[in-house]
């Protein structure tokens, strides 16, 4: 009897030990999407403008890395990061207490970038995994968002 007893608790150690490397080395690839655009760098960001005008999102911001790092002796390739907002959205989780805590997370964010390959890529946040465990308004807002910004980079990814 204590044989099959040390024997569950050791299996059940392993189990653990080989989920948490499992998750380990697979959870960073589902929190980021990346996707190659079918358009180069300086057309990317300008389809992507138009297409969060066109879902009636609005940009309040656009880091360009490559000019920021420039500035501190650092060359690097094309890379903007835009962000976006849709002031319903956004309203739903700042006009609350708790909710407040995604806050870091807002406005949503999208990266254009070049890689030494010569082709531009898109980078964002899965939102929509992010915000399955935080369940009530968030998830359902996140939710929302992470389709709607789907929707307006069909238009670039490289199908």
Not at 8 to 15: D, Q, R, T
Not at 29 to 36: F, H, K, S, V
Not at 40 to 63: C, M, Q
Request: glycine share 8%; with cysteine.
């Amino acid at each position: 009897m204590k044989k099959y007893i040390l024997a569950g608790i050791i299996g059940f150690v392993v189990g653990i030990i080989v989920t948490g490397v499992v998750m380990y080395n697979v959870a960073p690839g589902m929190m980021l999407l990346e996707d190659e655009s079918q358009f180069g760098f300086d057309e990317t960001a300008l389809k992507l403008e138009k297409s969060v005008k066109a879902h009636d999102w609005k940009i309040p911001h656009v880091h360009d890395l490559q000019k920021s790092m420039k500035k501190f002796g650092t060359e690097v390739g094309p890379v903007k990061v835009f962000e976006l907002c849709h002031p319903k959205h956004a309203g739903k989780i700042l006009g609350k207490g708790d909710e407040r805590i995604v806050s870091s997370l807002m406005p949503c964010r999208v990266a254009i970038y070049e890689k030494p390959d010569g082709k531009t890529y898109i980078s964002r946040m899965n939102s929509k995994l992010m915000a399955k465990p935080m369940g009530g308004i968030i998830a359902e807002v996140m939710s929302e968002a992470a389709s709607q910004n789907e929707e307006i980079l069909e238009v670039i990814i490289k199908n």
